[in-house]
């Protein structure tokens, strides 16, 4: 009987000690579905990892399948190593990598490294479980640069690029997990739309 309490006892400190949320989207270019996004969040201890793969076919210029990978780690509420990659048809087509060192970050992106010298709190990957507040900045990890948050209602907020004013749309539900992301480009628009929003509350 003490042995089964010890065991149980192990796998509860297990399940207090990492915890995991995950979220699956459904990715829309004209309407039409072309891949699936899923969504990671686990915590253990004072570390948090985000997880975001993704795998989409387009016929845009002939047919592509690509692949997206990425992975963002907080240690103690601050952005400690984010990786990211794109990959068509097999072939790398943009990445790139945080670290943190002495107090800053290293960032190489597609073999071009730049430096940022302040600890961040917020990043793009985090608003999937994360709503924002307008006139939050979030920290883009694929090139290293904030982006302005503007609240446009209750649930919606615009991602604002500094340099060419280009606004993503993220739309959020009532408890605060994000429903549907807007991310516009110069020919077309991608949607993610979240699959299951049954239980998120539970989840939550």
């Not at 990211?84 to 087509?93: L, Q, R, S, T």
């Not at 924002?132 to 948050?149: L, M, Q, S, W």
């Not at 500094?162 to 628009?189: A, W």
């Amino acid at each position: 009987m003490r042995k089964q309490s010890i065991i149980i006892c192990a796998i509860l400190f297990c399940c207090a000690k990492l915890i995991g949320q995950t979220y699956e989207y459904d990715v829309l270019v004209f309407g039409k579905k072309i891949g699936t996004v899923i969504a990671q969040r686990t915590v253990e201890g004072d570390e948090v990892t985000y997880t975001s793969n993704s795998k989409s076919e387009v016929s845009f210029f002939g047919k592509k399948t690509i692949l997206t990978k990425m992975k963002t780690i907080y240690k103690n509420d601050i952005l400690n190593y984010s990786f990211y990659e794109v990959k068509k048809n097999g072939k790398i087509k943009e990445k790139s990598v945080i670290n943190s060192k002495n107090g800053n970050y290293i960032i190489d992106t597609d073999g071009k490294t730049t430096v940022h010298d302040a600890p961040v709190k917020l990043s793009t990957i985090m608003l999937t479980y994360y709503k924002p507040k307008n006139g939050d900045k979030v920290f883009e990890e694929v090139g290293g640069y904030y982006k302005e948050i503007k609240q446009v209602n209750a649930n919606t907020f615009d991602l604002i690029s500094p340099e060419s004013r280009h606004k993503d749309s993220y739309i959020y539900n009532e408890v605060g997990v994000l429903e549907q992301c807007i991310v516009r480009k110069t020919l077309f628009n991608f949607k993610m739309i979240l699959r299951d929003t049954e239980s998120l509350t539970a989840k939550k």
